[in-house]
């Protein structure tokens, strides 16, 4: 019989916040899969580290992020060969996905590729969007407000025009877009009630207010958090 493929989710960095049922599958799966950038070590694995036994058989994902190349359909072709290879010997496999599986998350890479063939489990993890808002103490929607969930590398005016319509946004992949997002957020007049916060539940976690941000560019996990004031017609 075929092993079955998990997708779970580990959460935005504090290993606290690993769901019950994640830390249980990492127990019990022989085999543990996860992405890597191509040098360097693994996010997901690290913050699952502790829950980690000793003497798993680990696939390490490694993943080129090579600007308009991605998906790198080829190397996931690779991984997703190799984790079948295990599932056909009958080992369930857990992927480990920083944050929710489903959100951004490169488990739907690997998702695609085996779901239709192997029974599969997505274990959904706690988000950045949760884990951002609750560090920065800042609610995200309320009543009948709308969230906006927008990547920054999206182009200027689409990433404007989808400001305007939102009540709430949640702005991720900030890293090198920060000049032109922090420039959209201004001319908007948004900048006073927006909030910055990267690596949100982790060591090094930063939180202040987007307009003491100086410099074009954040690291790679971190997140811009808006919420306009409730309109009385919107409610
Ligand atoms: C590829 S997406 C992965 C999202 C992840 N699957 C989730 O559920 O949150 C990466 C983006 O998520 C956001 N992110 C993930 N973890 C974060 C953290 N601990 N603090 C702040 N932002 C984070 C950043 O905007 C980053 O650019």
Known sequence: MNGTLYGLGVGPGDPELLTL??????????????????????????????????GRHEIVIRTPMVAGNFPANDVYDHYAKEISSCLKQGKDVAVLCEGDPFLFGSFMYIFERLADEFPTQVIPGVSSIGACAAAAGAPLVSRNQVLSILPAPLPEANLKAHIIDADAIAIMKVGQHLGKVKNIIDELGLTAGAQYVEHASMGNQKICALSELTGAKAPYFSMILIRKPELEAAL
């Open 21 to 54: 049922k994640a830390v249980r599958l990492i127990n019990e799966c022989p085999v543990i899969a996860y992405p890597a950038p191509d040098t360097g070590d693994s996010l997901a694995r690290a913050i699952a580290a502790p829950h980690i036994p000793e």
